[in-house]
Structures are given as structure tokens and as C-alpha cells.
């Protein structure tokens, strides 16, 4: 979405209400059920402009660890300062580059949106999803989800490079050393 500042920017008036729906960008393994609600609201504050938006997402895809189908709403708080090209030098910039990153320059009278939010969303959104914080997984012999309870396979594995000991270790209690 495309905001004209320049009658933030004249001081015709102090602030702009944002409410729009935005298109997601495709993520692996996510399919997104409707587009991003955005709300939020462009101020005056003296010479800067302050960004505050609001953005909430309904997702499905699968838990990462057992494949289980995961629905959820992903909510993203973002809050930029808005600033007119050669308010805020590139050397200073450079200089604060942890602090590069609040601010977002505008060429002219016109501010999109849709980058910098578009942005914030793909870097918040979990790289992996889960079923539950806890979730076992499968079992990596069967792949029986192991929520589901025991599914009887050995837990315990040895080392195929180790596992002569094993049978040295065997050879030594029937001996009865």
C-alpha cells in the first residue's frame, strides 16, 4: 500500500490511519488462509514520521517434528520512524548500522508500506512450526507419531562403528570374568 505524507508533511494534518489487506509473500511448507489484516496508524512527530502497524495472519502447515497439521495466527507488532530522503544522512547511517534498521526513507511525498512490513514478516514468522512446544516427534525406526505412545522399537542404539565391543562385552559375562 502506497501513503501519500504530504499532508502529514505540509502539517494539514497529524496523523494517517492505515487499515488494508496485504497479499503474504509464499514461505516453504506454509500456505497462508487469507491475507494479512494491517492496521496502524502514520504521526507527526517533529520533522520524523512514526510507522506504527499492527499486522495478523492465519496460517496452516505441518508440525515440523511429527507432521501433524498446525493452524494458527501469526500477529506481528512493527513500529518504524519515517524519515524524507536527506533528513537523515547515509553516514550516519552507516555509522549506527544496529539502529539502520528503525528507520525507513522516503523518496518524495509517497511511503509503501508493503517493503518494509512484507520484510518484518518473513524474518518473524517461526522458521519451523510445532504442534506443542513438547511434541516427541516420530520414532525414527517406524515413524509412529510418539505421542501416540510406545511403539515397542529399541530405544537404545549402538554406535555400528563400536558395536565389536559390544560383542567383546558379551563374550566377557559368559565367560564369568
Known sequence: ????????????????????????????????ESDAHVTGLLT???????????AELKYHGECARCLAPVDGVFSLDFERTVTTEG???????????????????IHGAE?????????????????????????PGLCPKCGKPRREGDCG???????????ILATLFDKGENNGD
Open 111 to 135: 511511503l509503501d508500506v508493503d517493503e518494509p512490513l512484507l520484510e518484518e514478516l518473513v524474518l518473524g514468522f517461526p522458521t519451523k512450526l510445532l504442534c506443542s512446544e513438547d511434541c
Open 1 to 32: 500500500m502506497v501513503i501519500d505524507v504530504g499532508p502529514l508533511l505540509r502539517g494539514e494534518v497529524k496523523k494517517i490511519d492505515i487499515d488494508y489487506m496485504l497479499t503474504p509473500e509464499a514461505l516453504p511448507d506454509v500456505e497462508f
Open 153 to 163: 522399537c529399541p530405544t537404545k542404539e549402538i554406535d555400528p562403528r563400536l558395536a
Open 87 to 105: 533528513t537523515l544522512s547515509e553516514d550516519a547511517l552507516e555509522d549506527d548500522f544496529d539502529k539502520a534498521d528503525e528507520y525507513v526513507i
Open 44 to 54: 507527526d512527530n517533529a520533522g520524523y514520521m512514526r510507522l506504527k502497524l499492527k
